[in-house]
């Protein structure tokens, strides 16, 4: 505001940015903010305890559950809206259930920041839509078609990664064992997929609304409210009763959540994740406000001049989008940041020749590897947020099963090598997720 005022005389600069803002984005401002009460709703809700009820029999080595629970996580972090948000819906869950089959706590706190980062590629995402809904180079079904073969990526390597610094062979439960459990602990599940089924059928037949990207942010909220009231009035002792029936024993942060849950009436969960959006919207729209403006500066400054508009070495150019939109990542929330990258970044990229749906794709996985670096670290900021400094503390004082520069800092270095391992595959070779490099 003082450079605005001061040395560019644009007295109104900061409030002119922001009403650009609202008037490109006011819609999607809406969808934020319901995607954020979707993940406070599933926070409220016992949904990531059955889902994990699910594996648990299994008895898998540590970093095949790992490898596991991120397939499984990917699912809500699309119909969450960020990677953030899902952490703080479900981190401490997660956490818990890794911890539970010996995981050593570097894994366990690498696992949990990461449990969100893949889901971001897939359908619904928000992140996508927001995309897509400023430029006319890209569709949303163009992103998220080519975004299936990111997750698969980015998902093999951590597979693979995690098997080459195990600690202890792969190993499953018999088949005759497991599965009549995992069977059984998907029955508690059934009223949760009827109530889902009957709100979207609801919307199509009456309201004549589809369920896709557009709809979801409207219709996800009854749902989860809805599966809220179910599970108040009718589901009290459903957890309780899987945990018999498994004989699983929740270690602490299992059952300072089970008691939390069950201690809240209907109409407390509602205000309490109505309370919790209404302070994460407060903050992100604060974030995405000065991201806006602080894109006008730069746009009305000459450092926006003195990068380059025309490349000698495409692959040159390439390399210096993507440190940039690491960068980025790494001090700025997605959803800003996506508006600063589509008016200054963007226009430099295409005008160089780079594809805009490659372009759009590699700032999705860099947005990603930004969140899991230092020196911000947003994921890990919010994991340690939401497991507690002391379970943290405890995950990463453990004794290491070698004492290694890896293994020390196992926490960052597997996330930051995955994510980065993929934003080199997606970067310079395309084809491997579906599209051609050049125009």
């Known amino acids: 505001a003082i450079n605005f005022l001061v040395f560019m005389g ?7 940015f922001i009403a650009d803002l609202v008037g490109k984005a006011g819609d999607l401002l809406l969808s934020l903010a319901l995607y954020i009460f979707i993940g406070m709703l ?6 990531p305890q059955l889902a994990l009820n699910i594996i648990r029999p299994w008895k ?19 119909y969450t809206g960020a990677s953030g948000i899902f952490i703080i819906a479900a981190g401490a869950i997660i956490f818990e259930e890794i911890r539970m089959a010996n995981t050593r706590g570097q894994l366990a706190l ?12 897939l359908k619904p995402c928000l992140l996508i839509v927001i995309i897509a809904s400023l430029n006319d180079e890209v569709t949303t079904n163009e992103l998220f078609t080519t975004g299936a073969y990111v997750f698969l990526i980015s998902a093999f390597l951590f597979f693979v990664i995690t098997q080459l610094t195990r600690q202890e062979p792969i190993s499953i439960a018999p088949v005759s064992e497991a599965f009549p459990k995992s069977l059984a602990a998907l029955i508690p599940l059934l009223p949760y ?21 557009f709809s979801a942010p409207i219709i996800l909220p009854i749902v989860m409210l809805t599966i809220l009231f179910y599970e108040k009035v009718f589901s009290n002792d459903v957890s309780d009763a899987m945990d018999s029936e498994l004989n699983t024993n929740f270690d602490s942060i299992h059952d300072e959540v089970d008691s939390h849950l069950s201690a809240k009436t209907t109409e407390q969960a509602y205000r309490f994740a109505s309370t919790e959006t209404t302070n994460h919207i407060g903050a992100l729209l604060f974030l995405m406000f000065f991201t806006a403006a602080l894109g ?25 989008v993507v440190v940039t939109l690491v960068v980025i990542g790494m001090f700025m929330e997605p959803y800003g940041a996506v508006i600063l990258v589509n008016a200054v970044i963007a226009p430099v990229a295409f005008a160089n020749g780079i594809n805009p749906l490659h372009f759009w794709l590699i700032t999705l996985v860099a947005f990603e590897l930004g969140y899991l670096s230092p ?7 919010l994991t340690r947020h939401v497991i507690g400094e002391e379970n943290a503390a405890i995950a990463r004082a453990e004794p290491l099963p070698r004492d290694n520069f890896w293994f020390r ?24 997720v579906g599209y051609d490099l050049f125009f």
């Open 60 to 78: 898998m080595s540590s970093e095949l559950l790992c490898f596991i629970v991120l397939l499984i996580a990917a699912v809500p972090t699309a």
């Open 375 to 381: 020196p911000v670290a947003l994921n890990h900021l």
């Open 409 to 432: 800092y196992e926490r960052f270095l597997l996330p930051i090598v995955v994510m980065g391992l993929s934003l080199i595959l997606v970067a310079f070779v395309p084809p491997l």
């Open 296 to 320: 006008g500066l730069i746009e009305h400054s000459d450092l926006i001049n003195s990068f380059p508009s025309d490349f000698n070495s495409f692959w040159g150019m390439l390399g210096i």
């Open 42 to 47: 599933l926070k409220e809700s016992r949904i």
């Open 193 to 213: 997929v009827i109530i889902t089924a009957g709100v979207i059928l609801l919307y199509s037949y009456v309201f004549d609304q589809n369920f896709d990207e």
């Open 110 to 121: 690498a696992t949990t920041a990461m449990s969100g980062s893949m889901g971001v590629v």
């Open 10 to 16: 644009f007295h109104s600069g900061v409030s002119v």
